[in-house]
């Protein structure tokens, strides 16, 4: 059994990301206290997991009230705060998305500094908030912010959630700033693999849009860079562990894949699988995104375990055992 390591908490525990990050805490020897947004919701594919009889516990919170994370927060020396919006995003205006999402982390935030035990925390931003600075493709760091009216102009359909990451990821930095608190924030490129929610994860279902023939998601794809699920969650556990960590931003991001080479890759590895050529695909028209650089992950110390075959491997068969494809 893995030496005890104490108690953290897990925002949103039952979202892809989350869900393997308590996995893999509890196999490391966490006790794990994390959040959902309803008793009702089918946890049996977190309370089945190792350890988790023992050492994982639920608690009810909601970002529209940042103070119902307190019981969970209380006494845990470190959190990962990875709770975001369910469902469509854009279906909310922009401006009550941000409200929700800035204040609940700002709450967050404000009961780790009263709680006198959480020592670092580690919240969950995305690549949206470092690609889109309109200065052609080139290679952007964590110095970078996308540019919230340029993404607008885009029309992709995600404003809301763009502006929403960033504006947050600017106020919980901003914020850890003045109060001296511990924060350091990973920024994903697409996350892909294998999942334990039940539900198809919104980002998996983008990188196997030419499997599922979601030909409306092809744009999105061209020039995205993916990582595997595993090595977003172990570079969280990373960050929270790693005493010479500097506080601030990591991007999390393992490879860039054009369209063209996503196809190849697609057609060479799942023959059984009917995907577009690359030919069909060379009209297809993306949106002006820059490369994203993990060299101050890797400089940290941090390594990559994953590659495109353990990532579209573990996708494909989690999206076959769930009843997302025909196995």
């Known amino acids: ?51 988790a ?26 959190v990962f705060h990875v709770a975001h919006p369910v469902g469509n995003t854009n279906e909310k205006p922009e401006e009550e998305l941000t409200k929700m999402t800035v204040g609940g982390t700002l709450g967050i935030l404000k009961l780790c500094v009263d709680s006198k035990t959480v020592k670092r925390v580690v919240y969950t931003s995305s690549a949206a908030t ?27 359909g995600a404003e809301a959630y763009m502006a929403s990451k960033t504006k947050t990821e600017k106020a919980a930095l901003e914020f850890a700033q003045k109060n001296g608190l511990d924060l350091f924030t990973v920024i994903p490129t697409l996350v892909v693999g294998p999942f334990l929610c039940p539900n198809l994860p919104v980002s998996v279902r ?47 991001s393992y490879q860039e894949l054009p369209l063209s080479e996503l196809s190849a890759f697609l057609s060479s590895n799942y023959p059984d699988i009917k995907v577009p050529t690359a030919d069909s695909l060379k ?19 941090f390594k990559f375990k994953y590659g495109l075959e353990s990532m579209f491997d573990g996708a494909i068969q989690s999206c076959k055992e769930k009843g997302h494809i025909p196995s």
């Open 130 to 156: 470092v690609v889109y600075k309109g200065d052609g493709r080139q290679v952007v760091d964590e110095n970078t912010w996308s540019d919230i009216d340029l993404f607008r102009s885009m029309k992709t």
């Open 206 to 252: 983008m990188a196997l849009a030419m499997v599922l023939g979601s030909e409306n998601h092809y744009r999105y794809l061209q020039g995205t860079s993916i990582v595997h699920v595993d090595d977003v969650a172990s570079a969280h556990i990373f960050l929270f562990e790693n005493p010479n960590a500097k506080a601030g931003r990591y991007i999390c």
């Open 283 to 301: 009209d297809i028209k993306g949106f002006n995104k820059s490369t994203c650089s993990s060299k101050k992950l890797l400089d940290s110390g």
């Open 53 to 78: 009889k023992e050492r994982l516990h639920f608690f009810h919170a909601d970002l529209n009230e940042p103070d119902s994370f307190r019981a969970a927060i209380e006494g845990c020396r470190g």
């Open 1 to 51: 059994m893995a030496e005890d390591k104490g108690l953290v908490c897990v925002t949103g525990g039952t979202g892809f990301i989350a869900s393997w990050l308590i996995m893999k805490l509890l196999q490391q020897g966490y006790t794990v206290r994390t959040t959902i947004r309803s008793h009702r919701d089918n946890l049996g594919f977190l309370t089945s997991l190792e350890g």
